[in-house]
């Protein structure tokens, strides 16, 4: 049994700055690729940024310069700093993690809220 935990989710006014984190846990032989997606109000599920086991990062144009990915093999967890917030930005986070346990599979946080409101 695999989950995926997530935090820092919240309210912040626009160029404010958040921290998302989210911790792999449960039968885990490896981690390969660990990110992030959101999903406003009325709008398909989309990627945010993925980073592989050996640093590769990638974004959508939208956060570019403005959110980072990092990751800590040691701890199986992803993060997402993001800086320079707009409202744009308002919606639920959700952590992602392709992981070998018993099987290869892709899995899901449940999600954390980021409003962004003045």
């Known amino acids: 049994q695999v989950q995926l935990v997530e935090s820092g989710g919240g309210l912040v006014q626009p160029g404010g700055s958040l921290r998302l984190s989210c911790a792999a846990s449960g039968s885990i032989l490896r981690i390969y690729v660990m990110g992030w997606y959101r999903q406003a109000p009325g709008k398909q599920r989309e990627l945010v940024a993925t980073i592989t086991s050996g640093g590769t990062t990638n974004y959508a144009d939208s956060v570019k310069g403005r959110f980072t990915v990092s990751r800590d093999n040691a701890k199986n967890t992803v993060y997402l700093q993001m800086n320079s917030l707009e409202p744009e930005d308002t919606a639920v986070y959700y952590c992602?993690?392709?992981?070998?346990?018993?099987?290869?599979?892709?899995?899901w946080g449940q999600g954390t809220q980021v409003t962004v409101s003045s």
């Open positions: 992602n993690a392709n992981i070998v346990g018993l099987e290869r599979m892709n899995y």
